[in-house]
């Protein structure tokens, strides 16, 4: 998406540790992934906010989290209103995690 770009192209494609775009794991697809750092970034448009989609996202967050994995969750009204937030958040993540 649009807003995947972004947050890719303009941030985390040049952040240490590395991450990865669309990378498989436990059967999902990971919108970003660091496996250093453990943690997945999940960006969410409209459709995320239904109560059905909301249900497949919880369950995928535990089971990502029953393997050490922490999922972040941005709107993708975040990527556009809040951007510089969104990377101070995944800034402070990595930092709160040693790296």
Not at 58 to 87: H, P, Q
């Amino acid at each position: 998406t649009p807003h995947e770009q972004k947050l890719w192209y303009c941030f985390l494609r040049c952040q240490s540790p590395q991450f990865y775009r669309q990378k498989p794991l436990l059967g999902y697809i990971a919108d970003f992934y660091c496996p250093k750092a453990k943690l997945v970034i999940e960006l969410d448009g409209s459709q995320h906010y239904q109560p059905e989609k909301q249900k497949q996202d919880f369950l995928r967050s535990n089971a990502l989290s029953e393997y050490g994995i922490t999922v972040l969750r941005f709107s993708n009204r975040d990527i556009d209103r809040e951007f510089k937030g969104v990377c101070q958040a995944i800034l402070l993540y990595l930092q709160s995690h040693g790296l």
